[in-house]
């Protein structure tokens, strides 16, 4: 069975790193907030390009504690879209606004500018909510339309809070992911392009009152010392294992990218007649997060998948059910129909194998089988 993501390949050669870095961690003993904290936030900020980088617990906290900071509530809407994982709607609910859904581009699978612009205007004539906030999702590791969405976000004067948690390390027009808006949050979650062993997240800002914001929430809401605190906060910091352990691996991350890159160019050029393979603009880089293509129809992606399976090769479906037909979401009466892109995509959508150390061999196998399966469509 060829592995669908291989943390394996990667730890056998780091090993010597890691191990060195977390022997270190039990030797000063500083589990909590120890120097490896300090020095994974100066490295990811300099990565990124940005002043300030905060780490976290998870994604979901990174996500959670600028929106905290912001103030935000009952009586406000944030926009984001339906096709992404829980997490990116869930904070929003978790903090009493309301999650507001603006359906998917076909192409890209992030949220629609356009679309983005009407549900604003629509948001403004009702009245009932304030908008807030976007939270764009760099969907699979390509980055949101930032350009359009930072101009609406200047014209209506409501805050960016990029959703990177699938796309650290991906480019828009020159620039890092978590550069590009107010603030941004990502994911260490061990499947993510750039995992840990374990939770853990960061976010980014170029913003030194949201980063002092950002770093008392996630100790208790702590002021000057840690038994003064001046606001309601969360137990949200990096485990300082999980930081001595990120940064061997973000040193060789910048070349883990470009072999994301061989894999994903392999796929698109091998698979092109025969599922519709992922779409990236020209003024964007991807991390790959996942691989994802689509087939014909629903009946055709379970028979693909099913073909595959047979074969030995895994495949994952994200997302079989968008955001706005969850039960979780349930009370906000989205119906099937409210965004067909999203429904639609979800049903013939499913992802390959992606991990930098999927072998030549493995990816000749993976697109021969594939291309093996006999389609009853005629493909354009
Ligand atoms: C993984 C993920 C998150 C949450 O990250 P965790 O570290 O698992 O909490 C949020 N948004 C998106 C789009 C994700 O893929």
Redesign the pocket.
């Given at each position: 069975m060829i592995p669908f993501i291989d943390l394996k390949t990667q730890y056998k050669r780091l090993e010597n790193e890691i191990k060195s870095k977390i022997q270190t961690v039990f030797e000063h003993g500083h589990f909590i907030m120890g120097p490896e904290i300090e020095e994974v936030e100066q490295k990811l900020s300099q990565f990124v390009g940005v002043k300030h980088a905060i780490t976290c617990?998870?994604?979901?906290?990174?996500?959670l504690m600028p929106l905290m900071a912001w103030g935000i509530g009952p009586g406000d809407a944030v926009l984001t879209t339906p096709f992404?994982?829980?997490?990116?709607a869930e904070v929003i609910q978790l903090l009493g606004a309301v999650p507001v859904f603006v359906d998917i581009d076909e192409k890209t699978f992030n949220i629609n500018p356009i679309k983005l612009r009407e549900q604003i205007e629509k948001l403004l004539e009702n009245g009932k909510l304030r908008p807030k906030a976007i939270i764009p999702?760099?969907?699979f590791g390509l980055p949101a339309d930032y350009e359009e969405i930072n101009t609406l976000a200047r014209d209506f004067d409501i805050l960016v809070l990029e959703?990177?948690?699938?796309s650290f390390g991906a480019e828009y027009k020159g620039q890092k992911t978590c550069s590009l808006t107010h603030a941004a949050?990502?994911?260490?979650?061990p499947?993510?392009p750039l995992g840990c062993y374990g939770?853990?997240?960061a976010v980014f800002t170029n913003d030194d009152e949201l980063a002092e914001q950002l770093r008392s929430i996630r100790i208790h809401g702590q002021g000057s010392n840690k038994y003064e605190n001046i606001r309601t906060g969360l137990n949200a910091r990096f485990d300082t294992l999980q930081a001595a352990a990120l940064l061997p691996k973000l040193d060789i991350f910048p070349e883990e990218i470009v072999m994301r890159q061989k894999v994903a160019e392999k796929y698109s050029s091998g698979l092109k007649n025969k599922v519709k393979v992922p779409y990236v603009p020209k003024d964007r880089i991807s991390v790959w997060?996942q691989y994802s293509v689509l087939a014909h129809d629903n009946e055709e992606r379970a028979a693909m998948q099913k073909w595959l399976g047979e074969n030995g090769i895994p495949t994952a479906i994200y997302y079989p059910i968008p955001l706005h037909l969850q039960k979780a979401f349930s009370h906000l009466e989205y119906r099937p129909g409210s965004f067909p892109i999203a429904e639609q995509i979800s049903k013939k959508i499913f992802s390959l194998p992606m991990h930098p150390y999927l072998t030549d061999e493995q990816s000749t196998k993976i697109i021969d089988i594939l291309l093996s399966y006999k389609s009853t469509y005629n493909q354009e």
């Amino acid at each position: 069975m060829i592995p669908f993501i291989d943390l394996k390949t990667q730890y056998k050669r780091l090993e010597n790193e890691i191990k060195s870095k977390i022997q270190t961690v039990f030797e000063h003993g500083h589990f909590i907030m120890g120097p490896e904290i300090e020095e994974v936030e100066q490295k990811l900020s300099q990565f990124v390009g940005v002043k300030h980088a905060i780490t976290c617990s998870s994604g979901t906290d990174a996500l959670l504690m600028p929106l905290m900071a912001w103030g935000i509530g009952p009586g406000d809407a944030v926009l984001t879209t339906p096709f992404t994982f829980i997490a990116t709607a869930e904070v929003i609910q978790l903090l009493g606004a309301v999650p507001v859904f603006v359906d998917i581009d076909e192409k890209t699978f992030n949220i629609n500018p356009i679309k983005l612009r009407e549900q604003i205007e629509k948001l403004l004539e009702n009245g009932k909510l304030r908008p807030k906030a976007i939270i764009p999702v760099d969907l699979f590791g390509l980055p949101a339309d930032y350009e359009e969405i930072n101009t609406l976000a200047r014209d209506f004067d409501i805050l960016v809070l990029e959703d990177a948690a699938q796309s650290f390390g991906a480019e828009y027009k020159g620039q890092k992911t978590c550069s590009l808006t107010h603030a941004a949050a990502t994911s260490f979650f061990p499947a993510k392009p750039l995992g840990c062993y374990g939770d853990g997240g960061a976010v980014f800002t170029n913003d030194d009152e949201l980063a002092e914001q950002l770093r008392s929430i996630r100790i208790h809401g702590q002021g000057s010392n840690k038994y003064e605190n001046i606001r309601t906060g969360l137990n949200a910091r990096f485990d300082t294992l999980q930081a001595a352990a990120l940064l061997p691996k973000l040193d060789i991350f910048p070349e883990e990218i470009v072999m994301r890159q061989k894999v994903a160019e392999k796929y698109s050029s091998g698979l092109k007649n025969k599922v519709k393979v992922p779409y990236v603009p020209k003024d964007r880089i991807s991390v790959w997060a996942q691989y994802s293509v689509l087939a014909h129809d629903n009946e055709e992606r379970a028979a693909m998948q099913k073909w595959l399976g047979e074969n030995g090769i895994p495949t994952a479906i994200y997302y079989p059910i968008p955001l706005h037909l969850q039960k979780a979401f349930s009370h906000l009466e989205y119906r099937p129909g409210s965004f067909p892109i999203a429904e639609q995509i979800s049903k013939k959508i499913f992802s390959l194998p992606m991990h930098p150390y999927l072998t030549d061999e493995q990816s000749t196998k993976i697109i021969d089988i594939l291309l093996s399966y006999k389609s009853t469509y005629n493909q354009e």
